[in-house]
């Protein structure tokens, strides 16, 4: 048994909240953002960790799941190496441009290939 929404909610809300106090602490809503974005991937983390056995198995987290999982950070991580090192490309926008582009053909190879039960 996992979390319960209203836990998760709570969670959520204090990220929130926790944020909000960063940007009239500090004055700064950049530090607020980044605050909500690390306090909030911490919740859903440990969301889906509380459900494991559901998460991973829509993830695919098993023996092979890793390796695609692998290959696709990888391939995401040369196609950017190679942007910026050819193409002269920042690399904030390089490998937001990797991320899309490797992405999308991911996602349709995995549109196409048939279903196996």
Request: hydrophobic residues 55%; charged residues 5%.
């Amino acid at each position: 048994m996992g979390l319960s929404f209203v836990t998760v909610q709570r969670m959520f809300l204090g990220s929130f909240l926790a944020s909000f106090l960063t940007w009239i602490l500090q004055g700064n809503l950049m530090d607020a953002t980044l605050t909500f974005i690390g306090l909030s991937a911490l919740t859903g983390m440990a969301w889906g960790l509380s459900e494991k056995e559901i998460t991973f198995g829509a993830l695919g987290l098993n023996a092979e799941g890793i390796l695609v999982i692998f290959s696709f950070l990888a391939s995401i991580a040369i196609f950017a190496q190679i942007c910026i090192g050819v193409f002269d490309f920042p690399t904030v926008g390089s490998y937001g441009l990797s991320l899309f582009f490797i992405g999308s053909f991911w996602w349709t190879a995995a549109l196409i290939q048939p279903k196996t039960n």
